[in-house]
Structure formats: C-alpha cells, structure tokens
C-alpha cells in the first residue's frame, strides 16, 4: 500500500529565509506526486506535481520540488519565503496508469513564517 | 471559469442524524472524489465517482454513500452520525482523460457533530 511521511509536523522560518519541506514516499514504482497548500479554514490548493522527466519540478508561488528516486523522496523548497506563505503544507501520491485516481496524503507541515 | 464549488460551508449536526454535502466540479471535469479531512490530520480518500458509478472507495463504512449526477455534481451522504465524523470534508474534480491526476479541490464543508 502507498504511504507518504512528512517528517516535520512544524516548521519556523525567518521572513526571506530559504524553506525545504520533507516528503518521503512508499510505493512499488514511481507514482505521480503532489505538493498541495491549504490555509486556515481553505480548501487545498495544488503547488505543483510530478509524473515523470525531469525530476526537478518548477510551480506556482516560486516554488519547486526535487523527485529523488533513491531516496524515495520529493522534496518542497523555496529560495526566500515570504510571510503569506504560512500555512499547512501536504505531499500526496497517487497511482499511475490505473485510470482512476486516489491520492493518498501525508499528515502535513504547518510553516510559520517569522518576521 | 468557477472551480470546484460545495454546499453548505458550514454544518451542524447531532449524533444518529443523516447528513448531505454538495460539490459541483470544475468546469470541463467529470471526475468527483470526496476526501474527509479530521482536525491535524491530512486528507483521507472516502470514494471516487465517474460516470454515475462509484469507481474507487477508501476505507470507510457504509455510512458513508454518494451519487453522481448526470451534470456531473456530486453528493456525499452520512446517515447515523458519530461524533468521529466531524471534520472537514474535501471535494476535489478531475478530468477522466487525464487519468484522473492533478486533482483540484473545492473550499470544503465543516460538520460539527454534536
């Protein structure tokens, strides 16, 4: 069965500081993976994803995640995080090439952004 | 273009009643899941409905039922109500030629039980 670990429950950054979120995954193959953000009381809104080529991943909000086979790994970063970027971030993956499609989340990271 | 859409926002209830929740897909999507999503926790898939059938189903109870309608929007339906069923509970749309993948979610709509 599929799985995904975030590590880091809380993360605290300094206002134009670079931020990596961890996101390890457990999956038979390569799946189709995720970063979603949500806000207080929001629905979730998707970052970016990956399905395959290049394993550097480029989204919305200046943000990219790195997949790392090897490592089972996809990784969220920022270069300068900005105080609106506080909010509660989740990895998810899914399945490929079974047609329909359930994602399956990790149990997220809250970022803070300190001044 | 209006994403995907979901009534009411807010909802109470109290324990042994039945409720149900509204989505309406992103335009262009005829792909409904229904995620449940408790206080600290992530998502958790409920089911999956595509052609008016329901395609996929996650670990929960037959409480938990739902229909798709010919426009594509969606219901999702919980009788005999605990309280372990408040929470926030996530609609998201994609589109069957994509494999259902890049998943876009609605606002959510929070039941309290009581």
């Known amino acids: 069965a599929q799985s995904v670990t975030q590590p880091d429950i809380h993360i605290t950054v300094s206002e134009g500081a670079s931020l990596e979120l961890r996101c390890n995954y457990s999956?038979?193959?390569?799946?189709?993976l995720f970063w979603y953000v949500q806000s207080p009381g929001q629905g979730l809104q998707l970052l970016l994803k990956?399905?395959?080529?290049?394993?550097l991943v480029q989204g919305i909000k200046g943000f990219e995640a790195e997949f790392k086979r090897s490592q089972s790994s996809f990784n969220l970063r920022k270069p300068s995080v900005h105080w609106s970027d506080a909010a509660e971030y989740f990895c998810?993956?899914?399945?490929?090439?079974?047609?329909?499609?359930?994602?399956?989340f990790g149990t997220g990271t809250r970022l803070l952004v300190s001044p | 273009d209006a994403g995907v859409t979901q009534s009411p926002t807010h909802l109470i209830k109290t324990r042994g009643q039945q409720v149900t929740l509204r989505c309406s897909p992103k335009?262009?999507?005829?792909?409904v899941s229904w995620y449940q999503q408790a206080l600290g926790q992530g998502p958790q898939f409920i089911f999956q409905?595509?052609?008016?059938?329901?395609?996929q189903r996650g670990n929960f109870p037959d409480r938990f039922s739902g229909h798709q309608f010919p426009n594509y929007s969606s219901e999702l339906n919980v009788n005999a109500l605990l309280l372990g069923d408040s929470a926030l509970y996530l609609c998201?749309?994609?589109?069957?030629?994509?494999?259902?993948?890049?998943?876009?979610f609605g606002p959510g709509t929070r039941l309290t039980v009581l």
């Open positions: 998810a993956v899914g399945q490929p090439n079974t047609g329909f499609q359930k994602l399956v």
């Open positions: 998201a749309s994609s589109p069957r030629a994509s494999g259902g993948v890049g998943q876009y």
């Open positions: 990956y399905f395959s080529g290049d394993t």
């Open positions: 409905y595509y052609e008016e059938e329901e395609r």
């Open positions: 999956y038979g193959a390569t799946p189709y």
């Open positions: 335009s262009g999507h005829d792909t």
